[in-house]
């Protein structure tokens, strides 16, 4: 069926992990009779939670689409992961939402994860509703963890849908702008009067509301002052516009297992909630200029898409429509990449089904098979429209591994997966590190890098191991010295034979190796100068303590001999190693390692554990300063080998609360200690590799 734009409702699940969003999603689908059986996320048997290591897992791992629909509306509902490893899922529903709901459970307090949702949603100024989940659990408490919503989030946070407890146990709900109750028994719903103990409580909060209601609407304004009652339109119109400007918050809730509230909240989004006609848009590029994109039915076809899903076969492009219809059959041009591209088939999609469509009419989401180059965060245009739509941005990685393979050979497959990988998550990362020779991923926690790599053997057929990944020291020298390399050797006709005086120095002004001469009477004639300087470059690739290259060194060439017939310049060049060998062990050498310019953004209340913990990681605090929503930054300078497993564990410290940044800044001196085990590790590593 299609839907016009006013019918539509483009909602994402938000919140912490396990709270209940896919089972909500489920609730929803099975109330409005989309699907004929409740399915369970632990079970893996859920519409959203479809894909392999959703199920392997039982948590969401990407963000799924369930549309419900009721009464001629659609609910487009976008189902986010809450782990945060996934926060790119989180980002592409964010953007196509027109109003998110925030799911935090009836127990255990407002989550961060639920908080964290809120600001992210308050920077994007997108209309916020709270959902109340899991009021069948034990000790659930609807009224406490909404005022706690209330004193966290301000008092824009008005209870919409409150619930009727028959005992402790939750058999329906009231909705407090209506004055309409009802009860479910799973997918059996019916309409019943207000409870009398619920009337006093419908009352207060409806009071709530209309106080929001009129700071939102001068007219209503006056008429509240007025002591005045609104009518029911004046109410609903007064809800749906203090919505979409943020001064109310609706709160509803229910219970995803017994189906209470689930209609009624069905009912409320459609009611209260912004459909894409109302929400001033996304911003773009349009011909060159910014501008604010608003939704137009009646405009040349613009879309934009804003997830991929990729496997062996091709891509799937998920793309929401912000002006005309996409419609099969036609072609669109990416006005990214600048190419054409035929669009065939088109689907709606319902978790993992998709049904296909003749069209797909503004303000609605659709999905469509392999486009030739059009890839998450392009636009598509009819020919002659020439709009970039702003692209959704992801956030840095902060937790790298190395990736191994697990066989020989397997090097092409890995690149291959990995590139279609990229395809669907734009926020990971893989390189190969020229100095360690590694190749790298990273991404935004461990669990994401399992998922994967489980990907990679699941959908590409290739095994990976992620290990720690291999510092990149450094070694120089702090003493200067001087040094003797003579090459010779005598067989058969022509022997070989070089000679060199060196003068090993340190140089700080300069990385790199600086080669100087300062040779007389032509002890070592000119034309092998070059020949020495390869040998040292060649030699600075493995410093003389645990093989890493040497920086911050002054060579000079200062004597040596030669022999008319013998000298070459390979024996030159043997000559210069042999004086690197020699001379360096003597110059005092030492272990530099990569030294990095941190950023931790943290609230107040974890300032004392984190500062012990970067001391603990040899770290030195710089300074701390008070940042966006009511954060702190800290600034320190740590070495990077104690950072590995950083976003990790600023995760557990903070329960989820830190992040960060890290650049590098530049090498300094491992103390003795540390300088130590590199070293014994170092030596480790060689004999493992010469036994291989
Ligand atoms: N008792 C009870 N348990 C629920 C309810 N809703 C969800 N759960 C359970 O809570 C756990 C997490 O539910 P999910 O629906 O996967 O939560 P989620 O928010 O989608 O989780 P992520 O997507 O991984 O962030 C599962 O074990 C559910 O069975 C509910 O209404 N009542
Ligand atoms: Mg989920």
Redesign the pocket.
């Given at each position: 069926m299609a839907y016009t734009i006013d019918k539509i409702r483009n909602v994402c699940l938000l919140?912490?992990?396990?709270?209940?969003?896919?089972?909500?999603a489920e609730s929803l689908l099975y109330v409005t009779k989309a699907i004929d059986r409740l399915g369970?996320?632990?079970d893996g048997t859920?519409v959203s939670?479809y894909d392999a290591e959703e199920v392997k897992r039982?948590?969401?791992i990407q963000t799924a689409l369930a549309p419900v629909e009721f009464g001629g509306n659609k609910i487009n509902l976008l189902?986010a992961?809450?782990?945060f490893d996934f926060i790119g899922e989180v980002l592409e529903a964010e953007r196509v939402c027109e109003s998110a709901m925030i799911?935090t459970s009836a127990k255990g307090g407002v989550s961060v994860g639920a908080q964290k949702a809120w600001i992210r949603m308050k920077t994007a100024g997108k209309p916020t509703a709270l959902y109340i989940?899991?009021?069948?659990?034990e000790h659930a408490d609807f009224y406490s963890t909404y005022e706690q919503a209330r004193e966290i989030f301000g008092v824009s946070v008005c209870p919409v849908l409150i619930p009727i407890l028959d005992g402790v146990k939750p058999v329906g709900v009231v909705n407090v702008v209506s004055k309409k109750a009802w009860k479910a028994d799973g997918a059996k719903v019916t309409e019943c009067p207000v409870p009398a103990n619920l009337e006093d409580k419908v009352e207060e909060y409806r009071a709530l509301l209309s106080e929001n209601i009129a700071e939102s609407d001068e007219e209503l304004m006056e008429k509240f002052f007025g002591g005045e009652e609104f009518t029911d339109e004046e109410f609903l119109n007064g809800m749906r516009k203090a919505v979409i400007t943020r001064s109310i918050c609706p709160v509803f809730c229910?219970?995803?297992?017994t189906g209470a509230g689930s209609e009624a909240l069905v009912r409320a989004i459609i009611d209260y909630m912004p459909s894409p006609a109302d929400m001033p848009t996304d911003k773009a590029v349009e011909d060159g200029k910014d501008v604010d994109l608003t939704v137009d039915p009646s405009a040349p076809t613009c879309a934009f898409v804003f997830k991929t899903v990729a496997d062996q076969y091709g891509r799937f492009s998920f793309f929401k429509v912000l002006g005309g219809k996409v419609t099969q059959d036609s072609s669109l041009v990416n006005t990214v990449s600048g190419t054409t591209e035929k669009i065939g088939r088109i689907y709606f999609v319902r978790g993992k089904k998709n049904t296909e469509v003749p069209e797909v009419c503004t303000g609605d989401i659709g999905a469509v098979a392999k486009l030739a180059d059009t890839r998450t965060n392009d636009t598509l245009c009819a020919a002659g429209r020439n709009t970039v739509v702003k692209p959704i941005s992801f956030p840095r990685t902060c937790y790298t591994q190395a990736l191994l393979p697990k066989s020989k050979g397997a090097e092409d497959k890995i690149a291959t997966g990995l590139a279609r990988l990229h395809d669907e998550d734009p926020v990971f990362q893989n390189a190969l590190n020229a100095e360690t020779h590694q190749q790298t991923i990273s991404g935004m926690g461990d669990i994401h890098l399992d998922v994967l790599s489980s990907k990679l053997k699941t959908k590409f057929g290739v095994e990976v191991e992620l290990v720690a990944p291999r510092v990149a020291y450094r070694e120089k020298i702090r003493k200067k010295v001087q040094a003797e390399g003579r090459h010779k050797k005598q067989s058969g006709g022509h022997g070989q034979y070089g000679h060199v005086k060196m003068e090993f120095e340190p140089n700080e002004e300069e990385l790199d190796l600086v080669f100087e001469e300062r040779v007389f009477g032509g002890s070592v004639p000119k034309n092998f100068f070059p020949a020495v300087e390869k040998g040292l470059r060649e030699s600075i690739q493995r410093g003389v303590l645990a093989g890493y290259p040497v920086v911050n060194l002054k060579a000079t060439l200062y004597d040596g001999s030669y022999h008319d017939v013998d000298s070459n310049e390979l024996s030159f060049k043997m000559a210069a190693r042999l004086a690197y060998k020699a001379g360096l062990p003597t110059a005092n050498p030492v272990i530099l390692e990569p030294y990095g310019n941190l950023k931790v953004y943290i609230p107040d209340e974890f300032m004392g554990d984190i500062i012990g913990d970067l001391n603990k990681r040899r770290g030195r605090v710089m300074g701390m300063s008070p940042a966006e929503n009511n954060m702190q930054v800290v600034e320190a300078e740590v070495p990077m080998s104690e950072m590995h497993s950083y976003a990790i564990d600023l995760r557990s410290m903070t329960r989820g609360w830190g992040s960060f940044d890290i650049d590098f800044a530049r090498y300094e001196e491992t103390p003795p200690v540390v300088q130590a085990a590199i070293i014994e590790e170092a030596k480790a590593l060689m004999e493992e590799e010469e036994d291989e």
């Open positions: 919140g912490h992990g396990g709270e209940g969003k896919t089972s909500l369970k996320v632990a859920t939670d039982s948590i969401s189902d992961p809450g782990f799911v989940s899991k009021l069948d659990e229910g219970s995803a297992f």
